[in-house]
């Protein structure tokens, strides 16, 4: 048997049906070359006969990206395929994805046929795609509560028409693995016309079973796994791609079984579809949560500093996650607090940092993150919140649009006065941040972004927080205006005049050591 299951990803289509996930064929297009990169055999582009846009954007995919196999979706009736068809024409590699319900509930109260029709529009929708193309898959619809028999007979009536993959879909995420292996295992040993095509799985995640089922599947002898990045899709998703991935990649004692996915791509993908949808995965999410290596409890960080591998099971860099994340929190211990310290350049004494540790504790309990500012503070006994006003925002014009936007911003700096500068970004927050980085001269990476509405109305006040890492150390950063840009610079100001404080504070604690050597 074949070792190699193939990544059927669905983002585009499945994915997309997520409630807010839907994306522009611009987008879709963006998306699917970013999957081309990460490695997955077959893209579902889209269901062509849906709308003109989901049309377009099909027939672009396949004409722009050619190493994978390009799947369209269609029901079996004539005209959804023969638009598929003409969806994928242009593709290298065409596939026609064709699907019926099979289960007694859908066959009776949706489409109100009977299981004989049902064989008929199957037979007849195979036939009828492979006409256009030799790669047909036939999915039967709520394949796991048909009843076994009537799915095998299914199975068998679609390859014998031609079918050369054979999906069988959890659709309402109800099945538990070991149903699953059953019914993989009992197609195969009951089917005998399936030797030589692939069997697929498709599970949903209502019961929070969609990945478990689908390595159940590749178990008991599926090699192609249908599944999207984050795990997005209609209601409580599908299975995640990064976790059935990095579950055969992690577990090879129990998977005797490979993927083509570049695994270090697995990050970048998932970051571009937020960016891309505005859904953010879950902070714990497996694989691509922000929190899925990030460790706060003490025992914890005391073992990662030791070994690494005492609490991961993966290397972070696996999948494209720069490393790994000691969050400071009221559960972590002195340890990693020291790590931290030496992290930023601090070698402590046991007496200050035992002062240290009983400052950060007290102040744990009174905030959620214990950023590198406030670490700043208690080293230095400065104080975040009343900070001097290094950098001040006095006026921003711009020309926004086309193909680069551009600002001009003029900031009064601390015992320099009024100082003006212009810069050019993609859209307009980042050419006004150019424009403040020409000011402030230094080099600042913008970690985490984030606007939202103070107050309601169309005149509402948007408030930005934002984080910013500046020569290696994290500040955040807050600015409200009815102008998000106006709003964006003042967060970003708010955070530079902290590290401007910062800067200061370390200054002063080298300048009285100093004098207390008589230096």
């Keep these: ?42 893209m579902e582009a889209g269901f062509p006969i849906t709308s003109p846009d989901d049309f377009r954007a099909v027939k672009e995919i396949a004409r722009s990206v050619r190493r994978p196999i390009i799947a369209a979706l269609a029901r079996t009736r ?33 489409l109100k046929i009977s299981e004989e029709e049902c064989l008929e529009q199957a037979a007849e929708a195979v036939e009828r795609a492979r006409r256009y193309t030799d790669d047909v898959e036939f999915s039967a619809e709520d394949a796991t509560r048909t009843d076994l028999s009537f799915l095998c007979t299914v199975a068998e009536v679609a390859v014998n028409a031609g079918a050369t993959t054979i999906n069988i879909p959890d659709t309402v995420g109800y099945t538990h ?58 209601r409580a998703g599908n299975a995640a791609l990064e976790e059935v991935v990095m579950t055969i990649k992690v577990r090879k004692d129990l998977f005797d079984v490979t993927t083509g996915i570049h695994t270090h791509k697995i990050h ?42 005492t609490y991961e099971i993966m290397d972070p860099a696996m999948v494209g996650v720069p490393g790994s994340r000691l969050v400071l929190g009221k559960h972590s211990g002195r340890h990693a607090l020291k ?25 744990a309990d009174q905030k959620k993150d214990i950023l590198d500012e406030d670490l700043l503070s208690i080293l230095h006994h400065g104080a975040m919140k009343d900070i001097p006003v290094t950098f001040g925002l006095e006026r921003m014009t711009g020309q926004f649009g086309g193909e680069w936007s551009h600002a001009q911003v003029t900031v009064t700096r601390k015992d320099e006065g009024e100082v003006e500068a212009a810069g050019k970004g993609d859209g307009p927050i980042a050419a006004a941040f150019a424009a403040v980085n020409e000011v402030v001269g230094w080099d600042v990476e913008l970690e985490d972004f984030a606007i939202r509405a103070a ?18 150390k994290t500040f955040t950063g807050r600015g409200g205006s009815t102008d998000v840009v106006d709003a964006a610079v003042r967060a970003y100001l708010d955070a530079l005049n902290k590290a401007a404080h910062a800067q200061q504070l370390e200054e002063d604690a080298v300048q009285r050591a100093a004098e207390l050597k008589g230096i």
């Design 1 to 42: 048997m074949d070792d190699r299951v193939i990544i059927f990803d669905t983002t585009l289509r499945d994915g997309e049906q997520s409630p807010g996930a839907s994306m522009t064929p611009a987008e879709k297009l963006r998306f699917a070359h970013a999957l081309d990169e990460l490695g997955v055999d077959v």
């Design 78 to 110: 004539q005209k959804d395929i023969e638009r598929a068809a003409e969806a994928v024409e242009g593709a290298a590699h065409p596939r026609i994805h064709t699907f019926i319900a099979t289960s007694k509930v859908h066959l009776e109260r949706k």
């Design 177 to 234: 693995p070991r149903e699953v292996a059953e019914i993989f295992q009992t197609l195969r040993r009951e089917v005998p016309a399936l030797e030589g095509v692939v069997l697929s799985a498709h599970c949903h995640n209502d019961l929070g079973l969609a990945t478990a089922n689908s390595l159940a599947a590749v178990e008991a002898g599926a090699r192609q796994v249908e599944c999207t990045v984050n795990g997005i899709g209609e």
């Design 268 to 309: 970048p993908t998932s970051r571009l579809l937020t960016q891309i949808t505005g859904i953010h995965p879950q902070p714990n999410k497996a694989i691509v949560g922000k929190n899925a290596f990030a460790h706060e409890a003490g025992i914890h960080q005391d073992g990662m500093l030791k070994e690494r591998s």
């Design 339 to 363: 790590a931290r310290f030496q992290e930023l350049g601090f070698e402590m004494d046991e007496d200050a940092m035992e002062r240290a540790y009983r400052l950060f504790k007290l102040l």
């Design 455 to 472: 107050t309601p109305g169309r005149d509402a006040v948007g408030e930005v927080t934002l984080r910013a890492r500046v020569a290696g």
